[in-house]
């Protein structure tokens, strides 16, 4: 997951609050962005099942390293010069931010891997992005949202060999004539070393309207809580052992920058 500090809005900056860059009061990282991840992961793998944290996930291994903020880029997100309750994470004239984490997990015995990167600001065109891949014995599923998808999120499976593409191949298009019901019009596209899942405009939900459903949701739950899955309680509890563990392990050891998984 990619975000960044510097967003303008408007021609203007999004003004953020210093305490934003306070990490023992906004959290880390692995504790902000990281939450989503880890539900993602338990969405994707273990739809609709309860997870024990006690006894499915292990916490392997952790590491995180600061995104250094010039003072100038401080006054120009912040609005204000850099604050003595920042001073002691002050380096070399910079605040260090420490919201890198990469984190290593199993989950039932599959091996897991977050990584949390905050750049300073996106590319021209671009913004916020997730890249992430599942890998299967057969195939790699794939979402991208880098500089060829020109920023839009898409879905790949892309086969372990050349020899496993026709069984691949076939799987897929079973799949999506399956879900053809619940999500008309996706497809598939043969592009050779990959297959790229075709999704229609009409079906793509972008942020606002898919907050808009959360809230939603959400909001069932609060007026009636016999509408929220067994799931949730206990996966809860899962997503912020992850966080919270991987936090604690990254701070036993000094900052150590990790090799970039996501694609610019």
């Known amino acids: 997951s990619v975000h960044h500090l510097m967003k303008v809005v408007a021609g203007a900056p999004n003004i953020r609050p210093t305490w934003f860059f306070d990490t023992d009061e906004q959290g880390e990282g692995l504790n902000d962005i990281g939450t989503h991840l880890v539900d993602l992961v338990q969405w994707t793998l273990f739809p609709d099942q309860a997870l024990d944290y006690r006894k499915d996930l292990r916490v392997l291994s952790a590491q995180r390293w600061p995104t250094m903020i010039p003072r100038d880029q401080f006054k120009r997100v912040t609005g204000q010069d850099i604050p003595a309750a920042l001073s002691a994470k002050v380096k070399d004239g910079a605040p260090q931010y420490f919201c890198n984490p990469l984190v290593s997990y199993t989950a039932r015995g599959t091996n897991v891997k977050l990584n949390v990167i905050w750049d300073w600001e996106a590319p021209a065109g671009g913004g916020d992005s997730h890249f992430a891949y599942y890998r299967g014995t057969r195939a790699k599923i794939e979402i991208r949202q880098g500089t060829a998808e020109k920023y839009r999120p898409e879905l790949y499976v892309v086969p372990a060999t050349p020899a496993d593409k026709p069984a691949v191949l076939a799987a897929v298009q079973k799949k999506m004539a399956a879900v053809q019901s619940a999500h008309p019009g996706v497809g598939v596209e043969d592009r050779g070393a990959e297959l790229r899942i075709t999704i229609p405009d009409r079906l793509r939900i972008g942020h606002e309207d898919h907050f808009a459903q959360v809230t939603q949701r959400f909001l069932r739950y609060v007026r009636d809580r ?39």
Do not use: D, F, Q
């Not at 206990?234 to 919270?244: D, F, I």
């Not at 604690?248 to 694609?263: D, F, G, N, Q, T």
């Open 226 to 264: 016999s509408t929220l899955p067994s799931w949730e309680r206990p996966n809860m509890l899962a997503k912020y052992y992850v966080t919270t563990e991987g936090t604690a392990l990254a701070r036993k050891s000094p900052p150590r920058v990790a090799e970039r998984i996501a694609p610019r």
